[in-house]
């Protein structure tokens, strides 16, 4: 099952939202809200797999959620859902930390596309998937915490080494290493050292 919660301050479009993850037996809603804050809250508390964050809510706007989630380590992927069809808000979710990024017009055709998808570990950005205007760097989108796990990773320290540097946990380190590797599409530390060097992310 993966557990999700629901962040849109528009009460018809959350309830239809709703009725759409309720017909997936795959999906269980965990909590919703309808501003920023409450989205927060509820992440922080519940810790659920992923979260679904409209863009223009009141409180905090969906952008700056994902941003305190992952600056909070929670281990909940996000993504933003907006009606924003700019490559420039797309380059602002993935560099704050989002994992989708979905238009509300397509939200009954891709939400559920998208919730799997991010769970799993990979992007989805739906029409922006195959967008020429985003760099290498946009599509991977470390986070300031990711780059420097991996500056660490390169350097041969252990995930003990790291979490005492970097005053986390080993999971949370762990956790981290399997995300850089899901967003580069590696699978060993060979791969991810040669990644990294030709694309020069550290």
């Known amino acids: 099952m993966i557990r ?5 301050d528009h009460r018809i479009l959350r309830e239809g939202l709703k009725l759409l993850l309720a017909g997936n037996a795959e999906l269980v809603l965990e909590g919703e809200a309808g501003d920023g804050v409450e989205a927060l809250r509820l992440i ?5 797999d992923v979260a679904i964050l409209d863009q223009s809510m009141p409180g905090l706007k969906g952008i700056d959620v994902i941003e305190q989630v992952v600056a909070a380590e929670l281990p909940t992927r996000c993504i933003l859902l907006t009606m924003e069809n700019q490559i420039s808000t797309v380059r602002r979710a993935l560099q704050a930390g989002a994992q989708g990024y979905v238009l509300k017009e397509c939200a009954y055709g891709q939400l559920v596309a998208a919730i799997v998808a991010v769970n799993d570990g990979q992007r989805f950005l739906g029409a922006f998937d195959e967008d020429p205007r985003l760099s290498t760097e946009d599509k991977t989108a470390l986070t300031k915490r990711e780059k420097e796990v991996l500056r660490a990773v390169l350097s041969g320290e252990s995930s003990r080494q790291i979490a005492d540097v970097l005053c986390i946990s080993v999971r949370t380190v762990e956790t981290h290493r399997q995300k850089i590797m899901s967003k580069l599409g590696v699978h060993n530390s060979m791969s991810l050292a040669r990644y990294a060097r030709e694309h020069n992310l550290v």
């Open 4 to 8: 999700v919660v629901l962040a849109d």
């Open 44 to 48: 922080t508390e519940l810790r659920p």
